[in-house]
């Protein structure tokens, strides 16, 4: 049996595009510090990425052992690819929401 290993590679390249378009938002918390703002949006960055990262691969898996068509599979993958990472964004502000945080704006 062979190992299924997700296509991090697309992941990656999406959510390098998305995070430079989220970027630019801000954080707020009263009585916190920048340096402890960026401690907790890092830590909740890193666990929805790997929480998009599981989910992305469960979506891989359903294009196994479908009838073999190049151009839709590709489409298929961009669109999963695209919706982790808005799924990652969307785990994020989520969890800088429970940690008490609002965004304040854009830079």
Known sequence: MTSFRPNRAAVTLISLFMTACAADTQWAKPGVDAPQMLRDLSECRTRATIQAEKEYAIDQQSLRGTPIDAERDLYRERMMA?????????????CMNDRGYQKAGRT
């Open 82 to 94: 695209f919706e982790a990472t808005k799924r990652r964004n969307a785990l994020t502000e989520r």
